[in-house]
T-cell receptor, first 117, second 114 residues
Framework: AQKITQTQPGMFVQEKEAVTLDCTYDTSDPSYGLFWYKQPSSGEMIFLIYQGSYDQQNATEGRYSLNFQKARKSANLVISASQLGDSAMYFCAMRDLLNSGNTPLVFGKGTRLSVIA | DVKVTQSSRYLVKRTGEKVFLECVQD?????MFWYRQDPGLGLRLIYFSYDVKMKEKGDIPEGYSVSREKKERFSLILESASTNQTSMYLC?????????????FGEGSWLTVV
């Protein structure tokens, strides 16, 4: 069974600083995808970044980068130059990419990030 | 623009009522999912469906049922609502993943059972 662990219930960061949100995962599947989502107080889930288990390079999307360390089974999200609008819940998730693709996302418990002016 | 639409954003129901949460997607996706979100627990999978009339139990199916009569619609049913089902419910749909993000979420339904 797949499992996602986010050990930081809450984090604070100063505006314009970088912040790392931790995520470790557990799976026996050789092919999987790792995701990060942002959830503001409105409740919508906003996709941020994706990393495939066979991708050679760490994924980057604008101010977001994913620090993928396969041997350690970690997929930390790095947000550079934090902005006040980054204050939200952040979820790490994973999905098996075999099994004909009929697999749901498994989520961690989330980290609440607060950006301080 | 791709869209997953949940019929009700906010609902208040009484204990024992039968509750329907509807989800419709316009992307011809094979897979649809219902999650429940509670503070400190993250998102937990209730049920999912990978085809019309097919359903699979997730991690917390007790007290819920689902219906998928048409490809675009996936309904979550609370047969007899209880106060411990007060939560936020998220619907999602996806195509078969090759790679990358192929999963789309609705805006969520906030259910209060009194």
């Amino acid at each position: 069974a797949q499992k996602i662990t986010q050990t930081q219930p809450g984090m604070f960061v100063q505006e314009k600083e970088a912040v790392t949100l931790d995520c470790t995962y557990d799976t026996s599947d050789p092919s999987y995808g790792l995701f990060w989502y942002k959830q503001p107080s409105s409740g919508e889930m906003i996709f941020l970044i994706y990393q495939g288990s066979y991708d050679q390079q760490n994924a980057t999307e604008g101010r977001y980068s994913l620090n993928f360390q396969k041997a350690r089974k970690s997929a930390n999200l790095v947000i550079s130059a934090s902005q006040l609008g980054d204050s939200a819940m952040y979820f790490c998730a994973m999905r098996d990419l075999l099994n004909s693709g009929n697999t749901p996302l498994v989520f961690g418990k989330g980290t609440r990030l607060s950006v301080i002016a | 623009d791709v869209k997953v639409t949940q019929s009700s954003r906010y609902l208040v129901k009484r204990t024992g009522e039968k509750v329907f949460l509807e989800c419709v997607q316009d992307m011809d996706h094979e897979n649809m999912f219902w999650y429940r979100q509670d503070p400190g627990l993250g998102l937990r999978l209730i049920y999912f469906s990978y085809d019309v009339k097919m359903k699979e139990k997730g991690d917390i199916p007790e007290g819920y049922s689902v219906s998928r009569e048409k490809k675009e619609r996936f309904s979550l049913i609370l047969e007899s609502a209880s106060t411990n089902q007060t939560s936020m419910y998220l619907c999602a749909s996806s195509s078969v993943p090759i790679s990358g993000n192929t999963i789309y979420f609705g805006e969520g339904s906030w259910l209060t059972v009194v």
